[in-house]
């Protein structure tokens, strides 16, 4: 071996499936895996994980997180992950979802998952777009934006605004974690990281239910390239979708 | 053993607790409540989990989750709430995951009424989800069977990895009869090797009804198609009632099958050979033993709580070569058919020789 060895700084987590991705260019999906890999790994639980992949592009999760996964219906995977977690009550259940799925066909689920305070972890996957299906108008459209069924642009006279989960959720007496993050770059991936963390951090200590969006970028269904996609979501959606933490507990309520 | 005076629904829900259920997810609906309220009670003595779901489309994906974790878990509900499940069905019968559902049938359509029907059959026993799938149904016709059945439903689904959908009847759920609380003798299952649980210890499982590979929906549909089939050949089950010598043979399941059986009683004392053929595994239907009634030459009276559904199952079965008649009584207040109502019939279609 030479002297001058090669030292891998930041090597795949163990909770991250060693294949070629399939999403697009500049797909942000890739990363957020990473996150939660990354994740999964810091608190040791990989062997105890069970994942709930929901419908749209972020189903293929199963396809990279070495953890056990189930696919739940369009919209339903927090309904799924309750009933995993009353039947497994020590293993680290987590969903995984985009925002057609969650901000729009799965509010009720999402709602009373988050209220009754079940101890899972949410990741919200927003790009403002249902990506799959080919850049419809999703609940996360921002106004003015053109998709394919807003192709004049997003007009709230005709459907609404676009929605804030992060604050939305946050008021929740079950939510016990709720915040934003983009990793459009370097800076906000870091911050992102610790929000993913904490996310899965307040499951792993009973505090109550852990949510985190994750601004990301579709730089296919928005027409741009990856770098127009990530200054897209710098100089439009985060100034929609602010980032922060909107609610964090620090022990248990137990009113 | 002794008998105890028991109420349909609570019958249901008893049996599913000495059934090894511990998992129940539901939204209240008339007349089906008494199973919720009976498990609410009770599952907490046990360490068992009731959940009270924010809509049936919660609750059925609650089973689900819980039973993919390998756990027996089962929801209740009446039409409307039944058809909010669909979606659900369809998924759990994709990714072949177990689950136990009872509907204890009001009337339809929209939110009709809350007396006895059978407005469900098509969508109990088509399947109302979408896709190439198939669900056993099961059809009880006194408190007894709502006990002895549920034991089969948890049995039968996870057999084949399926969910089973138990068709009662407002009727059957809310009145009482005396139970004899027995367990039934069922084979040994096969292992739960494919649940999720954590992947300690070995690779990774998934749990999916997604197949975008050239070539593998069809395969598994067909891998499906294999498993209904040798539900077909397994699990029929059906009550034969004096068909021997019989001339005309009522078909009937759940709650109008008793009433019949009355006014079979009646006309054999007539002088009218008459019998009763009633399906208890509504899927998979007992289609050759109808097919060989038909062979037979019996003329068949089909009656049900609704304007015409498993009459449909029963020409199927019968072909052309049977007579086949259809007295129907769709759902409403004091609608039940008196087993005069239904001699009246069996005079009326009985086969002139």
Redesign the interface.
Same mark, same amino acid.
């Given at each position: 071996m030479s002297e001058t060895a090669e030292k891998l700084l930041n090597p795949r987590p163990e909770s991250l499936v060693d294949i070629p991705t399939h999403f697009c260019p500049g797909c942000h999906h890739g990363i957020v895996h990473r996150l939660v890999a990354e994740a999964i790994d810091h608190f040791g639980l +990989?062997?105890?994980?069970?994942g709930?992949?929901c419908v749209g592009c972020s189903?293929f999760l199963?396809n990279y997180l070495? !953890?056990?996964?189930?696919? %739940?219906?369009h919209g339903?995977a927090p309904?799924? %992950? !309750?009933?995993?977690? +009353?039947?497994?009550p020590d293993?680290?259940i987590y969903t995984y979802q985009g925002d057609g799925d969650l901000a729009a066909i799965g509010t009720?689920?999402i709602?009373?998952a988050a209220n009754r305070g079940e101890p899972i972890t949410v990741v919200f996957v927003n790009n403002t777009t249902y990506g799959m299906t080919g850049g419809q108008m999703a609940p996360t459209t921002l106004l003015g934006q053109k998709t394919t069924t807003s192709p004049y642009g997003r007009d709230f006279h005709q459907a609404g605004y676009p929605i804030k989960m992060a604050e939305f959720l946050a008021p929740l007496e079950g939510v016990a974690f709720s915040a934003r993050g983009a990793v459009d770059r370097v800076a906000n991936l870091k911050r992102t990281r610790k929000l993913i963390f904490r996310a899965f951090e307040v499951q792993v200590q009973r505090l109550g239910f852990g949510f985190v969006e994750v601004l990301s970028a579709c730089p296919t269904n928005w027409g741009m390239t990856p770098i127009e996609a990530a200054k897209r979501v710098e100089e439009e959606m985060i100034p929609y979708f602010p980032l922060g933490i909107f609610k964090e507990r620090k022990e248990a309520d137990h009113l | 053993m002794k008998k105890k005076l028991v109420k349909g629904n609570e019958a249901l829900a008893q049996a599913a607790i000495e059934a090894g259920c511990r998992f129940y997810f539901g939204y209240p609906i008339t007349p089906q409540n008494d199973i919720p309220e009976y498990l609410a009670r009770e599952f907490p003595k046990l360490g068992g989990t009731f959940l009270q779901a924010e809509s049936e489309i919660g609750s059925i994906n609650m089973v689900l989750g819980a039973s993919a974790a390998g756990m027996r878990a089962m929801t209740s509900s009446s039409g409307p709430g039944i058809s909010l499940m669909q979606e659900g069905l369809s998924y759990l019968a994709g990714s072949e995951i177990p689950a136990v559902v009872v509907n204890v049938q009001r009337s339809g359509p929209g939110l009709g009424g809350i007396s006895p029907s059978q407005g469900d059959y098509f969508q109990a026993t088509r399947g109302g989800g979408h896709g190439d799938y198939r669900t056993p149904v099961l059809a009880p016709a006194s408190v007894q069977e709502m006990w002895d059945l549920t034991f089969l439903a948890f049995d039968l689904a996870d057999r084949y990895r399926n969910p089973v959908v138990i068709l009662a009847d407002a009727m059957l759920g809310q009145m009482k009869e005396p139970l004899e609380m027995r367990k039934p003798e069922l084979p040994p299952l096969p292992a739960k090797d494919w649940i999720l649980e954590g992947c300690q210890g070995r690779d990774k499982r998934l749990l999916k009804s997604l197949y975008l590979g050239e070539g593998e929906l069809e395969k598994h549909c067909w891998r499906l198609w294999a498993k209904y089939e040798e539900i077909k050949k397994k699990e029929v089950r059906c009550e034969a009632y004096r068909i021997e010598d019989a001339e005309l043979v009522v078909v009937a399941f759940g709650s109008p099958a008793r009433i019949a059986k009355g006014a079979i009683m009646e006309a054999r004392e007539q002088g009218l050979k008459v019998g009763l053929l009633r399906p208890i595994t509504l899927y998979p239907y007992p289609e050759k033993e109808l097919a060989d009634l038909a062979d037979q030459g019996k003329t068949f009276l089909v009656t049900e709580l609704n304007v015409g559904q498993m009459v449909e199952d029963v020409r199927m079965a019968a072909g052309r070569r049977a007579e086949v008649h259809f007295y129907g009584r769709p759902p409403g207040a004091g609608s039940l058919p008196s087993p005069e109502d239904i001699l009246h019939e069996i005079r009326e279609t009985y086969p002139a020789r």
């Amino acid at each position: 071996m030479s002297e001058t060895a090669e030292k891998l700084l930041n090597p795949r987590p163990e909770s991250l499936v060693d294949i070629p991705t399939h999403f697009c260019p500049g797909c942000h999906h890739g990363i957020v895996h990473r996150l939660v890999a990354e994740a999964i790994d810091h608190f040791g639980l +990989r062997e105890k994980a069970i994942g709930v992949a929901c419908v749209g592009c972020s189903v293929f999760l199963y396809n990279y997180l070495n !953890t056990d996964v189930v696919e %739940a219906p369009h919209g339903r995977a927090p309904a799924v %992950a !309750t009933g995993l977690r +009353r039947a497994l009550p020590d293993r680290l259940i987590y969903t995984y979802q985009g925002d057609g799925d969650l901000a729009a066909i799965g509010t009720s689920e999402i709602i009373h998952a988050a209220n009754r305070g079940e101890p899972i972890t949410v990741v919200f996957v927003n790009n403002t777009t249902y990506g799959m299906t080919g850049g419809q108008m999703a609940p996360t459209t921002l106004l003015g934006q053109k998709t394919t069924t807003s192709p004049y642009g997003r007009d709230f006279h005709q459907a609404g605004y676009p929605i804030k989960m992060a604050e939305f959720l946050a008021p929740l007496e079950g939510v016990a974690f709720s915040a934003r993050g983009a990793v459009d770059r370097v800076a906000n991936l870091k911050r992102t990281r610790k929000l993913i963390f904490r996310a899965f951090e307040v499951q792993v200590q009973r505090l109550g239910f852990g949510f985190v969006e994750v601004l990301s970028a579709c730089p296919t269904n928005w027409g741009m390239t990856p770098i127009e996609a990530a200054k897209r979501v710098e100089e439009e959606m985060i100034p929609y979708f602010p980032l922060g933490i909107f609610k964090e507990r620090k022990e248990a309520d137990h009113l | 053993m002794k008998k105890k005076l028991v109420k349909g629904n609570e019958a249901l829900a008893q049996a599913a607790i000495e059934a090894g259920c511990r998992f129940y997810f539901g939204y209240p609906i008339t007349p089906q409540n008494d199973i919720p309220e009976y498990l609410a009670r009770e599952f907490p003595k046990l360490g068992g989990t009731f959940l009270q779901a924010e809509s049936e489309i919660g609750s059925i994906n609650m089973v689900l989750g819980a039973s993919a974790a390998g756990m027996r878990a089962m929801t209740s509900s009446s039409g409307p709430g039944i058809s909010l499940m669909q979606e659900g069905l369809s998924y759990l019968a994709g990714s072949e995951i177990p689950a136990v559902v009872v509907n204890v049938q009001r009337s339809g359509p929209g939110l009709g009424g809350i007396s006895p029907s059978q407005g469900d059959y098509f969508q109990a026993t088509r399947g109302g989800g979408h896709g190439d799938y198939r669900t056993p149904v099961l059809a009880p016709a006194s408190v007894q069977e709502m006990w002895d059945l549920t034991f089969l439903a948890f049995d039968l689904a996870d057999r084949y990895r399926n969910p089973v959908v138990i068709l009662a009847d407002a009727m059957l759920g809310q009145m009482k009869e005396p139970l004899e609380m027995r367990k039934p003798e069922l084979p040994p299952l096969p292992a739960k090797d494919w649940i999720l649980e954590g992947c300690q210890g070995r690779d990774k499982r998934l749990l999916k009804s997604l197949y975008l590979g050239e070539g593998e929906l069809e395969k598994h549909c067909w891998r499906l198609w294999a498993k209904y089939e040798e539900i077909k050949k397994k699990e029929v089950r059906c009550e034969a009632y004096r068909i021997e010598d019989a001339e005309l043979v009522v078909v009937a399941f759940g709650s109008p099958a008793r009433i019949a059986k009355g006014a079979i009683m009646e006309a054999r004392e007539q002088g009218l050979k008459v019998g009763l053929l009633r399906p208890i595994t509504l899927y998979p239907y007992p289609e050759k033993e109808l097919a060989d009634l038909a062979d037979q030459g019996k003329t068949f009276l089909v009656t049900e709580l609704n304007v015409g559904q498993m009459v449909e199952d029963v020409r199927m079965a019968a072909g052309r070569r049977a007579e086949v008649h259809f007295y129907g009584r769709p759902p409403g207040a004091g609608s039940l058919p008196s087993p005069e109502d239904i001699l009246h019939e069996i005079r009326e279609t009985y086969p002139a020789r």
